[in-house]
């Protein structure tokens, strides 16, 4: 069984590689029929790790020893829940579920497509053949979950052999939480690859309008929060267990998904501009393409041990096979860029600094301000030993003190936004629309001064959280009044329906409500530290 | 360039700056050298008066509560250090003999390593040796 495992891991690569090149070479000749069969290659690829991924799962639900994997994270008293699970709870196992999901997401995007934008598609499905048979390479030779055990005589031969019982999985991951958290945070990492290969098909065949982005908005979103809700589970679980910094500790392994967020949030804003305006097309390109990258960092610094984390699994080989496909990446898609400057033209300029296409510029610059900062901090002990000699690192106060006011500002924009108009606002209309969550929001400030709080930043923490709030109910109310006008529905209705059929602005007002609730939750938490 | 571009950079220079500032602060209140037991001995007389994070493994046994106190050895590659820990956060579940352990804090007059914050991860139980069975 481990043997058809890793046999069909081989057969995925060859299948992918010959996905590669063949969509290159269809697209190159113009033949239809080689490009198709590049994509049925692909999905040929997933079906392969899909019946490797049962065999290995068969593996462990079996509690088969001989295996090095099983052997390593589950052993016979584990409820079959967990060893099924465990398929995650060691690096290699938990290679081939990255590799599974990345050909799941690869073969997805093929059906999707296959009627539509035949010119793109061959360099979408190179693309996403490029990121697969990487993944598959490092799997199968550097990572493989069927590997069997052996044992060393003191004659010097090598005989296989089975245990009489596993490791067992570590208890710190047998918790419910725990178990979900990969495989969510995997679907949040791995999604980035479709907007980027649809970017670097949209360069290479110069269609850069809003195309790329408008038919990879549903997977960025999905990405997004999938990434997302990883992160807050993180943060529950870290939170449960003591001793771990309480739900967020700026540990390397955590920054390192926080990372892709920061960018993928940008991303989110960015497009938005370029869909309604024409402008930021460079950027756009090159923010989705750093958010791929950070998504491949965030599983290099996991997986090679560069940096110490109370997260890391393993100190393995792999990490210089990831340097040198994120260089090749960086490179190709800067080269192509730079290429591609002319089509990547703004059709408009920025007119005013009270607009919104200046807010949202300015959400891009703090979240990128952000992002960096976060990199700096996590890599700074790589950095200087390399120039020190000595691993130096920074901790929570470091990041808190870029991070909090940071995330104030980002706060404030997400109250103002709204309020702004494309182009230019007046002042006047500023000044009408800031009145009305002004004041609840000085109310607050007031109440919550006069009992007492001093804390500067938690003061205006609560003060923003208000003013959002009312900026985001006066949206609804706005636009549900005027829907109850003009269709007569009564005013639940009307704003459910609202919120439908405009899904893409009143949906983003429920997220931003429900940042705001963050908000207020992690400021209130500030206060509550138990001490023994 | 128009004079909102101009505008934005401005405003965008001075934010960039002021956060960069606050960032330097945190950054000198909280860097740590990050080291292993054996390191530090070998570097003891340069680190008086600066923040330290060592690693290492908690000697099986050495865990002594003394009143409110809490006192440990660590150990690698050969070389031991004694702890202790004067922090007031709650202790990792996984604290205990045996286990890896980062230690952060600053050095005392005695050479008695002042620990505000303490990391543990779960080790013993996983390098536990096979039952060794032929096939």
């Known amino acids: 069984m481990s043997n058809f495992g890793a046999f069909c891991l081989l057969l995925a690569l060859c299948l992918s590689l010959y996905g590669l090149f063949a969509s290159l070479l269809g697209a190159i000749l113009k033949q239809h029929r080689i490009v198709r069969s590049a994509e049925r290659a692909a999905i040929a690829s997933c079906a392969g790790i899909l019946l490797s991924l049962a065999a290995l799962l068969y593996l462990l639900a079996t509690s088969d020893f001989s295996v090095a994997h099983v052997a390593q994270s589950t052993n016979r008293e584990l409820p079959v829940f967990y060893k099924l699970a465990a398929l995650w709870g060691a690096h290699d196992g938990s290679m081939l579920l990255w590799v599974f999901v990345t050909a799941v997401f690869s073969g997805i995007v093929v059906l999707q497509n296959r009627f539509r934008y035949r010119d793109m598609m061959p360099y979408v499905v190179a693309v996403l053949m490029f990121n697969l048979s990487f993944f598959l390479i490092l799997n199968l030779f550097l990572s493989n979950p069927f590997n069997e055990l052996v044992q060393v005589l003191p004659d010097g031969t090598m005989h296989k052999f089975s245990p009489q019982d596993g490791r067992g999985l570590n208890p710190l991951l047998q918790y419910w939480a725990m178990i979900i958290h990969p495989p969510i945070l995997y679907l949040g990492f791995i999604g980035f690859v479709v907007p980027f290969a649809f970017a670097i098909a949209a360069l290479i065949t110069r269609q850069l309008g809003d195309t790329w982005i408008r038919t990879t908005r549903r997977w960025t979103l999905i990405t997004w929060l999938f990434l997302g809700v990883g992160l807050i589970l993180g943060g529950k679980w870290a939170y449960v267990e003591l001793g771990w910094g309480g739900y967020w500790g700026w540990d390397p392994v955590e920054n390192s998904s926080l990372m892709p967020w920061l960018t993928g949030t940008a991303f989110l804003h960015s497009v938005i501009v370029q869909e309604r305006k024409g402008m930021l097309k460079v950027w756009n390109v090159l923010l989705v393409v750093i958010t791929y990258l950070l998504g491949i960092f965030g599983t290099f610094i996991t997986r090679s041990g560069i940096i110490n984390s109370v997260h890391a699994f393993a100190d393995s080989k792999l990490g210089v096979f990831f340097l040198y496909y994120m260089l090749l990446v960086l490179g190709g898609s800067l080269f192509l860029i730079i290429d591609r400057l002319p089509y990547l033209k703004s059709e408009r300029r920025l007119d005013s600094v009270l607009s919104r296409e200046s807010a949202f510029l300015f959400n891009n610059l703090l979240l990128l301000v952000a992002c960096f900062a976060v990199l700096w901090g996590t890599m700074f002990p790589v950095l200087s030993n390399w120039v020190e000699g000595t691993k130096i690192t920074v901790g929570p106060p470091f990041f808190n003190s870029v991070g909090i006011p940071i995330g104030l500002m980002l706060l404030f924009l997400t109250g103002v936004g709204p309020l702004f108009a494309w182009r230019k606002t007046s002042v006047e209309s500023l000044r009408r629309a800031f009145l009305w969550p002004m004041a609840p929001a000085l109310l607050v400030c007031i109440a919550l001064l006069v009992s007492g709080m001093r804390s500067f930043y938690s003061l205006v923490s609560f003060t923003l959280c208000m003013f959002v709030l009312v900026t985001i109910a006066q949206e609804f109310w706005k636009g549900t009044r005027v829907r109850v006008r003009n269709t007569g529905e009564n005013f639940a209705l009307a704003m459910v329906n609202l919120t439908l059929k405009n899904k893409r602005r009143y949906g983003g007002y429920v997220v931003h409500l429900s940042i705001v609730l963050m908000f207020v939750g992690l400021t209130g938490n500030a206060f509550n530290r138990q001490t023994s | ?135």
Not at chain 2, 12 to 18: E, L, M, R, T, Y
Not at chain 2, 40 to 68: H, Y
Not at chain 2, 125 to 133: C, D, L, P
């Open chain 2, 1 to 135: 360039m128009s004079s909102a571009n101009w505008k934005f950079l401005l405003g965008g220079a001075v934010v960039v700056a002021a956060l960069s500032w606050l960032g330097f602060v945190g950054f000198q209140e909280s860097k740590s050298y990050y080291i292993t037991v054996d390191e530090f001995s070998a570097m003891k007389n340069d680190l008086q008066g600066k923040t330290l994070k060592i690693a290492g493994d908690v000697v099986e046994g050495s865990i002594e509560r003394s009143g409110p106190g809490l006192e440990f050895v660590i150990t690698h590659s050969g070389k031991n250090l004694k702890v202790r820990y004067v922090g007031r956060d709650v202790l990792p579940d996984t604290f205990k003999g045996g286990s890896k352990a980062v230690v952060e804090g600053t050095l005392s007059e005695d050479g008695v390593l002042l620990a505000r914050h303490i990391e543990a991860k779960c080790a013993s139980k996983y390098e536990a040796e096979y039952n060794k069975k032929t096939t």
